[in-house]
């Protein structure tokens, strides 16, 4: 990519104009430049469905489960940064579970078959096999970490809940509770740095909370709040997307620890979708768009 110039100062593969980043797009000389990341297209999913979970990055993530029409699914999915595979069934279709870890090494918890369910699940690459259950059954939950160092936070237990616990790849126990109960919330990070956004309270929320290993803090809120998001990413370089506020949304935003700053877009307004990555190299897939999806993007910074 050739390097411009914009008062004097050189930009090449980073966007950006005298620091400042109030502003997604702007346009300068006739030339449209995005502040954060971009979105562009990826090979589509196998099976179009909503209420989906994943995990993993953008060159090896990982689907699975969801929901067709009224069907819990129990797909699982692989990709290899251009397309889609299949991979080990669930076992029993779940909708509204959450997942995190790596396309080899990954743990899924929650949802529902319909029922709201414990179950806890672990995949090797291959096949998934039976975890440690948690302590409290959810869904629409959210999910950080890895298979030995899990972080499971919030969900609908019938009402909204604050409730996390830790995962050691064996069972799960009490973490710190939520300030602010919610469902269908994103988050990113690990166990002792996890990220906490959005969802609902009854109204859509844009509290974001910090955990440390031991308790949650206040973090900065989103910009839009929203529900039926996904995560991904790290503690001080979060990224959200999709959701719904009044009707299913493309808004990504972007965080630093401190603040949420707009990314680019989604090309496909999406909610209940899947999420994996990190904030420079991000996944989206799935989701409701009033239909069933099987639409994937990716984020690059």
Partial sequence: MAIKTINEIAVASIKTWNGIAAA??????GETWTHGGVWSAGGALASARKRLAGCGTQTAGLSFGGQVIGDEQEITEEYDGAAWAAGGILGSGTKYLAGAGTLTAAFECGGSIPTITATTREYNGTSWSAGGNLATARQELACCGDLTAGLSFGGNTGSVSAVTEEYNGTSWAGGGALATARRALGGGGTQIAGLAFGGTTGSDSAVTE????????AGGSLNTARDGLAGAGSQSAGLGFGGHVAAV???TEEYDGAVWASGGALATARTDLGGAGTQAAGLSFGG???SDSAVTEEYTK
């Fill in 24 to 29: 997604s797009v702007k346009t300068i000389n």
């Fill in 288 to 290: 409701d768009t009033g």
């Fill in 249 to 251: 949304s493309a808004v």
């Fill in 210 to 217: 910090e955990y440390d290993g031991a308790a949650w803090a």
